[in-house]
Nanobody
Framework: QVQLVESGGGLVQAGSSLGLSCVASGRFISWWPMGWFRQAPVMAREFVASINLNGGNTSYSDSVKGRFTISRDNARNSMYLQMNSLKPEDTAVYYC???????????????????WGQGTQVTVSS
């Protein structure tokens, strides 16, 4: 079993930056693809970004492309999301996820991930 814990959320003003972290415990994550998702109030959970097992390939939703950067440090069993130029519409609970399959592919669908963190709240005020 692997546990994922997100941190770094908070309340910021529009235009600010914020960095999220996801630390895994229980298993080494080096062989598994990971991703970030978010869920705003009364909205469905949506894909934000994903990263392959060695960080060499990434994918972003159109709404965050050019503003957010996903990265990982397998030596620290961690994944990150750097969020710049934040907008009020970025307000959501952000979740990290991983797919327990040793593959170099990227994944963008909720159903493709096997493990999830509990989420961290990001609120962007206008």
């Amino acid at each position: 079993q692997v546990q994922l814990v997100e941190s770094g959320g908070g309340l910021v003003q529009a235009g600010s930056s914020l960095g999220l972290s996801c630390v895994a415990s229980g298993r080494f994550i080096s062989w598994w693809p990971m991703g970030w998702f978010r869920q705003a109030p009364v909205m469905a959970r949506e894909f934000v970004a994903s990263i392959n097992l060695n960080g060499g390939n990434t994918s972003y939703s159109d709404s965050v492309k050019g503003r957010f950067t996903i990265s990982r440090d397998n030596a620290r069993n961690s994944m990150y999301l750097q969020m710049n130029s934040l907008k009020p519409e970025d307000t959501a609970v952000y979740y990290c996820a991983l797919r327990r399959e040793a593959t170099g592919y990227l994944f963008r669908q909720i159903s493709e991930y096997t493990d999830w963190g509990q989420g961290t709240q990001v609120t962007v005020s206008s």
